[in-house]
């Protein structure tokens, strides 16, 4: 299987700031990769997917980059609505399909 | 409008059975796989079961496989997840998850979920 593994798995920050997520896969996924915002009792949201397109609706303070195995999500100018939890999904092959383990981000 | 919405967890016994169904509406059901995640309350997400749209070819992970059993009805746009042999670990939070992409032959990533239904597993 491929392991996703995130960091960091907690992250303080407040309104304005630009915050950066990471996701390092255990072997190459190229970019078949996906982040996904969940807040509390609710399903988690697809924001970026090709890790780097947004997926429509999605505020475009949200980026993400990078290829291989090393891929970062970054907030822009961090919203009160921001506050959520984070995962990133890779689906580059049947391994099966694995999450990263969360990064909550929450206010400073 | 998209909507995804599951019904049949419960409590379930170690060693038991129980089905969970997806009723999907508001796209051509038929032309996208679809999926099963799961949660346990207050941790991450698990990728549990797939199929694809019309072919109907399943995948599993690991932890469920000989256990689990995906299926669809396209005629009734229904998603199925038949649960036999129950574990304890199995408790979660179980979402149907619907594919981005149209007319793939897998599971890829997912853009729109159901709320979800919980199963509880326990003597």
């Known amino acids: 299987d491929i392991q996703m593994t995130q960091s960091p798995s907690t992250l303080s920050a407040s309104v304005g700031d630009t915050v950066t997520i990471t996701c390092r896969a255990s072997?190459?996924?190229?970019?078949?990769l996906a982040w996904y915002q969940q807040k509390p009792g609710k399903a988690p949201n697809l924001l970026i997917y090709k890790a780097s397109t947004l997926q429509s609706g999605v505020p475009s303070r949200f980026s993400g980059s990078g290829s291989g195995t090393q891929f970062t999500l970054t907030i822009s100018s961090l919203q009160p609505d921001d506050f959520a939890t984070y995962y990133c999904q890779q689906y580059n092959s049947y391994s099966p399909w694995t999450f990263g383990q969360g990064t909550k981000v929450e206010i400073k | 409008e998209v909507q995804l919405l599951e019904s049949g967890g419960g409590l379930g016994q170690p060693g038991g059975s129980l089905r969970l169904s997806c009723a999907a509406s508001g796209f051509t059901f038929r032309s996208y796989a679809m999926s099963w995640v799961r949660q346990v309350p207050g941790k991450g997400l698990e990728w549990v079961s797939g199929?694809?749209?019309?072919?109907?070819?399943?995948f599993y992970a690991d932890s469920v496989k000989g256990r689990f059993t995906i299926s669809r009805d396209n005629s009734k746009n229904i998603l199925y997840l038949q649960m036999n042999n129950l574990r304890v670990e199995d408790t979660a939070i179980y979402y149907c998850?619907?594919?981005?992409?149209?007319?793939?032959?897998?599971?890829?990533?997912?853009?729109?979920w159901g709320q979800g239904t919980l199963v509880t597993v326990s003597s």
């Open positions: 998850a619907k594919d981005l992409v149209m007319s793939t032959r897998s599971p890829n990533l997912f853009d729109y």
């Open positions: 199929i694809s749209g019309s072919i109907g070819s399943t």
């Open positions: 072997q190459s996924v190229s970019t078949w």
